[in-house]
């Protein structure tokens, strides 16, 4: 089956899961956020944070599909139109990063190595602004249905530890040992916006981006 990533847009992100798509968990700070729940509309706070941050920013993320399924997502940006980042007791983000949001993989698609493809894109997407690192906040506990992906899976993937916390430590990856580590990720930089998939390995990965209950699917990026 055909597989390809997409940015996400104000037109591709209603092919986002459900939930994803009208949460603004990342997109605003907490009292806006609890406020947009109750008597705004979360969706369209979603959109205007998409809109400003594609104009002033540029790409901030991608959706993956295999035929016409969407088997997974990631979001990213610029630290400064990410409030919920300062709220982290392992914060801030250093200013020569990009923040890694949220990721998400469907449960069809787990064991694929579409977790290690989400972040192999990011980091050829960010290192094409001329940024040299990602940060992120990783869920030290795994809990099911967080906004956070497991800390374990960002290790995996060759982040490091540069603040720690019992519950949220924060995690970077330097982009010239993620480039290197694969060649074909570095070529992505002459790619088109839509691309093709990376051809990687370390499928087993994928087993930290799994619903680990019978409710809602995983949520393995910083919330959405």
């Known amino acids: 089956m055909h597989r390809r990533m997409v940015n996400l847009t104000l037109d591709s992100l209603d092919d986002l899961p459900r939930r994803c798509r009208t949460c603004v968990f990342w997109e605003l700070s907490p009292i806006c956020g609890e406020a947009a729940s109750d008597v705004g509309d979360p969706g369209l706070e979603k959109e205007a944070w998409l809109s400003q941050t594609l104009l002033e920013w540029g790409g901030c993320g991608r959706i ?10 990631i ?9 919920r980042s300062v709220e982290f007791p392992s914060g801030p983000v250093s200013p020569d990063a ?30 094409r602004k001329g940024i040299c690192a990602i940060e992120t906040f990783g869920d030290a506990r795994g809990e099911s249905n967080a906004c ?20 949220y430590p924060r995690l970077r ?12 990720a570095a070529e992505a930089f002459e790619l088109p916006q ?11 990965l994928e ?14 990026g910083l919330g959405d």
Do not use: H
């Not at 993956?64 to 997502?73: L, M, R, T, Y």
């Not at 979001?75 to 409030?83: D, G, L, M, Q, R």
């Not at 839509?194 to 087993?204: A, P």
């Open 98 to 127: 990009a923040l890694l949001m949220t990721a998400f993989v469907a449960p069809a698609f787990t064991g694929t190595g579409l977790g290690r493809q989400l972040v192999q894109t990011v980091a050829a997407d960010v290192a």
């Open 75 to 83: 979001t990213y940006a610029s630290p400064k139109f990410v409030p």
């Open 207 to 220: 087993q930290f981006f799994e619903e680990k209950t019978g409710g809602r699917p995983r949520y393995d």
């Open 148 to 167: 956070l992906v497991p800390a374990d899976f960002f290790r995996s993937v060759g982040f490091k530890t540069v603040r720690p916390d019992p519950r």
């Open 194 to 204: 839509s691309v093709e998939w990376f051809k990687l390995d370390d499928s087993e």
């Open 64 to 73: 993956a599909f295999e035929g016409d399924s969407v088997a997974g997502f």
């Open 173 to 184: 990856l330097e982009l010239k040992s993620a480039l290197d580590r694969n060649a074909e």
